[in-house]
């Protein structure tokens, strides 16, 4: 009797060590009315409901060209606020169109190839997006950095193909629009764009 109680306790303890654990998990809580409820830190989801099989197909084809073009977006925003912060500080005319020249020579040299090889809907989408970032049209930053003669050109040429360079976002009344916004707010979730 002795030998199998000390066999008994010996394969309990055993068990016990083999099922135990290096480090306690604590998992957070509330309690509502005695009761003890375990919360966690799950994502949000968001649903997309697509009217048909072609309209997801438009969405993905959107999301590939929405992720390609929105980092020239931020840029857009990270320049024009350094471009009026450095204006701020120069006080005469000639100084700050000058200023805008060089800044602009200096874009031309960087994104020049870049922006050459987007398609036409990626361009679309790109003065969707810099609106997006910075409030502002393409055409009024433009008009504000280059000029009404500039502006006026550029928006001619864009006219040509369709496009509009006054072109706004309105995610609430637009549904490519709302596309847009629920593609970057998902990217955005999964760490997308966080060291631009």
Do not use: C
């Amino acid at each position: 009797m002795n030998n199998s109680f000390l066999f008994f306790f010996t394969f309990i303890l055993f068990s016990l060590n083999s099922y135990s654990q290096d480090t306690i998990l604590v998992s957070p809580f509330i309690t509502i009315d005695g009761e003890k409820i375990f919360t966690s830190n799950i994502p949000q989801l968001d649903i997309i409901e697509f009217i048909d099989n072609a309209e997801r197909r438009r969405f993905y084809k959107l999301k590939r060209r929405v992720l390609k073009v929105y980092p020239y977006a931020l840029q857009t925003k990270f320049k024009v606020d350094s471009l009026n912060f450095a204006l701020d500080s120069i006080g005469k005319k000639r100084k700050k169109r000058k200023h805008i020249r060089s800044v602009t020579k200096i874009i031309k040299k960087q994104y020049s190839t870049a922006l050459k090889n987007l398609s036409m809907k990626e361009g679309r989408i790109l003065i969707k997006l810099i609106y997006r970032e910075t409030g502002i049209s393409t055409y009024r930053l433009l008009r504000e950095y280059r000029g009404w003669w500039s502006a006026t050109m550029w928006q001619t040429f864009a006219k040509m193909y369709d496009h509009d360079l006054k072109s706004t976002f309105d995610p609430v009344n637009v549904r490519e629009d709302m596309f847009i916004d629920k593609i970057l707010d998902q990217a955005k979730k999964e760490g997308m764009f966080t060291n631009l």
